[in-house]
Every structure is written in C-alpha cells, then in structure tokens.
C-alpha cells in the first residue's frame, strides 16, 4: 500500500508539472505570437506602399527633368524606407527572443521527457511487468479475506491504468517538442528573409538619399522659376478654397431659409389652429351642441415630410462624427502629397504653404470616391483646377476636387467607397494624378487626416 501511495503521489506531482507547462505554453505563446504577427503585417503593408510609390515615380521617368513631384515621391519613398528598417530592426529582435524562449520551452520539454521516459522505466521494472497471469491471479487469491482481495484486483487495475497514462504523457510531450521544433524552423527562415529584405532596404535608402540631393540641387538652380509657378498655384489653390468655402455658405443659408419657413408655417399652424379651437368651444356653449370630431383632428402639412428628412440628417451627422478616424480613404491606394495646414516648402528658403485640405497623389487611371454615405448637393467647375463634387453627410461634407469626369448627379444618395469621379492627370507635370480633398463640419473646415483611417 506504501508502494501505491507513492505511484499515485508521484502522478499527481507530474500531472501538475505539466499542467503547469502546457498553461505556460498556452498563455505565453500566442501573446508574443501575435506582436510578431502584428509587425509582419506592418512589414506587408509598408512595402505595399512602397510599390504604389514606385509605380508613381515610374510614370514620371518620361519627363527626365528635375520636379517638385519626383522629390515629394522620393522624399515619401524616403520616410516609408526608414519606417520599414525600424520596424524590421524591431520584428529581428521579437524573432530572436522567439527563438530564445523557444529553446528554452524546447529545453525544458526535452528534460521533462528524460524525467518522465527514466520514471517509467522505474515502474515497469517495479512492478515485474514480466510476471505471468497467474501470478497475478494468485496475489489476488491469497488475500486473508474477501475486502482484502478486491482491493487488491483494483490496485493491479489502477496500476495498469496509470502505466497508460505515462505513456499518453509521454507521447504528448513528444508532439509539443515537434511543434517546438516547427515553430522554431518558421521562426529562424522569417528572421533570415527579413534581414535580407532589411538589408536590401538599407541599400535603396542609401540611393534614394542621393537622389534627393541631386533633386534638390537642380531644383535650387531654378528658384525663380519655382517662385513664379508657386504664385500662379497658389492663386488657383485660394480661387479653389474660395469657391468651395462660398458654395458650402450657399448651401447652409439656403437650408437655414428653408428651416425657418417651415418654422414659421409651423407656427401660423399651430396660432390658426388655437384660434378655431376658441372660435368652436364659444359656438358650443352657446348652442350646448358638442363639437364634430373634424374639430379636434390635427391639420396635417406637407412640412412632415421636411421634418423626417432633418431626422435623417440628424443621424447621417452622428453617424458621420462617430466614425473620425476610421473613415476610407477617398482613393483605393496613393499618399499624401499634401498635408493639410501651414508647412515649409520643401526647396525654397522662409517660404510656407497653407493648406486647406489634403492632396493626395495616386496612379493614374485613378477614380475619387466617396468616405461615406450621404447626398451630392453640388457639382462645380473651376478654371484651371478641373471639375470636382461635394457630399452632404447631414452637417458634414465632403469635397472631392481635381476630377475630370463626375460619375454621380447631384441629388444622388452614394454609399461608402463608391466612385464619384475620375481624377486628373497632368501630362505636362510628370502625369502627376493628385486628388484633392476636403471636410467641413458647417462652414468650418477640418484636417482630413483626424478623419480618415491611417
């Protein structure tokens, strides 16, 4: 019996030491699993930039001279370059401590399985697991009394099936060790592909820095001519900003108007309405006659209508403001060429842009679309800034310029993500495709970039 208790205190220690492995292995794995899964797909999507970016500046290789579009592409190639080798740099390290704690869990289960093969080994020879059956029959018959030879019959089957489970627990540790084994060839073939896709980085940073430097040489050689077409831009910018700005102001005093003749028809209503109950509660107390049921019915206008419509308004604009900073963006890929606000010209010296939205620049053949549901209100037209379309999303709109075919009419309701117009490529400045992009929250204007989705 003092050779049973110790088998079963023995299963117990063990089943607890492994609980204790597993529960670790479960719990510790997959949170460290998923960061390096998490900085694969930033890796991915990086490098999917970095293909759009590419596919831009090649479409400018037909104009071999120097421009402010090839030096906003590179300089973005530049910034994505150096995101993707810190996250790279960052993603190594995370392998590398997989790989460490994976020795490590592979070390202890290997230990654990010695311990367990060299403990089984004990018990089978403990247990004369040679013995022949009748042997066993005879241990069981010879008990002083019936009790006594029960529990000995429950004690040989409690001892085979604790055997069982020895091996069920070693062939178990062998599966984890495997997939130890697995996990740390996944893990050490990934770290390899990234150093070399850090390395191969590394060197077109290197060659993206000198052009740049040639850019910005050639570039700085013709500064007059860089003043001159900035002024001429920035008056078609401020003519464009103008527009929008005085269309929008149109726009909302023309729903105020609307507002407020409903209100007041409302009213006229409501005073003509009171002046009919008085008129028949006099008629009836003179004439003791009771009042029709026509009487007391409420006048029913056309103004019900307007009502669910500003409803509808209502919750498109709480729906619209519950959504900042998880909105589409409104091309299917590109960057910004341009950010919203005040910032320094990338080649001449104490001299600021102010802009009032975002340009953002993508391949061509590209089409706008829209960020969310809502109802074309306007479709306009400017001189030397092309066409472009404005979206009512209750008190927020959005403005899609640069486009030179419009795909919807105004008064058209269009969902999220759906095209509305297809952007304009200028042939004469390095078929640069460049959309731009505008919110308003009433006749206040916002930074795009707090809205839509980084």
């Known amino acids: 019996m003092i050779y049973k208790h110790n088998i079963l205190r ?19 794995f997959p949170i460290q699993a998923q960061t390096v899964k998490e900085l694969e797909l930033q890796r991915k999507q990086t490098l999917k930039n970095l293909e759009t970016t590419n596919i831009l500046l090649n479409q400018t290789k037909k104009s071999q001279r120097s421009s402010l579009n090839k030096l906003t592409i590179i300089s973005k190639n530049i910034n994505e370059r150096k995101m993707l080798i810190k996250n790279m740099s960052f993603e190594i390290g995370k392998l590398d401590d997989q790989i460490v704690q994976l020795d490590h869990e592979k ?15 004990k018990l089978v020879q403990e247990s004369h697991i040679n013995r022949s059956l009748s042997a066993k029959i005879m ?18 089957q409690e001892y085979s099936e604790y ?61 007059k001519k860089l003043r001159a ?3 001429i831009q920035q008056k078609k910018a401020n003519d464009l900003n103008n527009k929008i700005a005085s269309i929008i102001a149109e726009e909302i005093r023309k729903a105020e108007a609307k507002r407020a003749a409903i209100q007041k028809k409302r009213q006229e209503e409501e005073e003509n309405k009171s002046k009919t109950t008085k008129s028949t ?33 209502t919750l498109l604009s709480g729906n619209f403001e519950r959504n900042q900073g998880r909105l589409p963006w409104p091309t299917s890929n590109g960057f910004i060429s341009g950010h919203f606000g005040i910032h320094e010209h990338p080649v001449l010296k104490h001299v600021t842009t102010n802009n009032k939205g975002v340009y953002i620049q993508t391949p061509a053949g590209s089409s706008a ?23 009512q999303h209750g008190n927020y709109r959005t ?56």
């Open 163 to 223: 055997r069982k489970e020895q091996v069920r627990k070693i062939e178990g540790v062998k599966v984890q060790i495997q997939h130890k084994n697995d996990s740390l060839h996944i893990h050490k073939t990934t770290k390899v592909e990234v150093v070399k896709q850090k390395e191969t980085e590394t060197k077109n940073l290197t060659k993206d820095k000198q052009k740049v430097k040639v850019l910005l040489t050639d570039l700085q050689k013709r500064e």
């Open 139 to 156: 241990f069981v018959l010879s008990a002083e009394s019936f009790d006594q030879s029960y529990r000995r019959l429950r004690y040989l």
């Open 369 to 391: 679309r829209a960020v969310f549901e809502g109802v074309v209100t306007r479709r306009f037209s400017i001189p030397g800034s092309n066409n472009g379309v404005i979206i």
């Open 10 to 28: 023995y299963s117990q220690s063990t089943s607890r030491i492994l609980a204790f492995v597993f529960l670790a292995l479960f719990f510790a």
């Open 229 to 231: 077409d900035l002024k």
């Open 107 to 121: 070390t202890k289960l290997e230990t654990n399985l010695k311990k367990l093969k060299a403990n089984y080994a």
């Open 399 to 454: 403005v899609y310029a640069n486009l030179t075919q419009i795909f919807v009419r105004e008064g058209d309701h269009v969902s999220a993500k759906q095209a509305i117009g297809k952007i304009y490529t200028d042939d004469d400045n390095d078929n640069k495709t460049e959309l731009y992009f505008q919110v308003y929250n009433g006749r206040n204007v916002q930074n795009p970039e707090s809205w839509i989705a980084r």
């Open 281 to 313: 509660t006099k008629t009836t107390s003179k004439t003791g006659l009771k009042t029709t049921t026509e009487t007391s019915r409420p006048v029913t206008t056309s103004s019900s209508s307007v009502s669910v419509l500003t409803k509808e308004e």
